[in-house]
């Protein structure tokens, strides 16, 4: 069974930078689209960024462009969010997604496979 296993969350200041990795067990994602999205209390799940099979293709929410970086390391079958000038509203859990697809892809419903989260809070 395929499983996307996120880490990297956890409490840091505002201004801070934290780096989130997704890792995918049981299969190899190099040639699936992946994006990352997050989802505050009380709020619905929102995109955050995405990149395509090779990494030569991202795409970022308008809330965090120039803020986070999504990139990827096929070799290591591993896909990173770093996030720098991190904001009190960025608190949320943090969702790594994959699509057997080589594109980039921004909507919710557009994923295949969905990992358990990881919680970030930036504390003001």
């Known amino acids: 069974q395929v499983q996307l296993v996120e880490s990297g969350g956890g409490l840091v200041q505002a201004g801070g930078s934290l780096r989130l990795s997704c890792a995918p067990s049981?299969?190899?994602?190099?040639?699936?689209?992946m994006g990352w999205f997050r989802q505050a209390p009380g709020k619905e799940r929102e995109f955050v960024a995405t990149i395509n099979w090779s990494g030569g293709r991202t795409y970022y929410a308008d809330s965090v462009k120039g803020r986070f970086t999504i990139s990827r390391d096929n070799a290591k079958n591993t896909v990173y969010l770093q996030m720098n000038s991190l904001k009190p509203e960025d608190t949320a859990v943090y969702y790594c997604?994959?699509?057997?697809?080589?594109?980039?892809?921004?909507?919710?419903?557009?994923?295949?496979?969905w990992g358990q989260g990881t919680q970030v809070t930036v504390s003001s």
């Open positions: 997604a994959g699509r057997s697809r080589r594109d980039y892809f921004y909507s919710v419903g557009e994923y295949d496979y």
């Open positions: 049981g299969r190899t994602f190099s040639s699936y689209g």
